[in-house]
């Protein structure tokens, strides 16, 4: 059976799906091969549970991936942020060697690992603004 008819029965295995994604267009890479390629796989796994409702949002996509980074040796694990969406705008200081950013079709994805975030997005500035006592 074919994995298209496999997917709409719900069968298959983690892959599935990911074939039919577009090839990542890359904006910015300071990583490793090897971590990009990490990166790019967890996303596109991610996207994919979006597309077939496992997940519900971009943020839940983003909650994924930021686990798969902090928990990883390929990454060297650590504190990762990631940002998934379609219109977001973001300015970062970043460790050196931990910045990757990219769409896989309309979804854009920055994920890097840092101390500082600044952002230009004013729901993303809001959101992650200190709550008032």
Not at 112 to 127: E, G, K, M, P, V
Request: proline share 3%; hydrophobic share 45%; with cysteine.
């Amino acid at each position: 059976m074919a994995a298209r008819e496999k997917a709409a029965e719900g069968q298959g295995g983690p892959q599935e799906g990911i074939a039919d994604l577009p090839k990542p267009e890359f904006h910015v890479v300071d990583m490793s091969k090897a971590e990009q390629d990490f990166a790019v796989e967890i996303a596109m796994t991610g996207i994919v549970s979006l597309f077939k409702n496992e997940r519900r949002s971009f943020c839940e996509v983003a909650e994924y991936m930021k686990k798969e980074l902090d928990k990883s040796t390929v990454v060297g694990g650590g504190a990762w942020h990631v940002i998934v969406g379609k219109h977001f705008g973001a300015w970062v200081t970043y460790e050196a060697k931990k910045l990757l950013h990219f769409h896989i079709g309309q979804a854009g994805v920055s994920d890097f690992s840092a101390w500082l975030i600044r952002a230009c997005d004013a729901n993303l500035t809001a959101a992650l603004a200190p709550a008032a006592a």
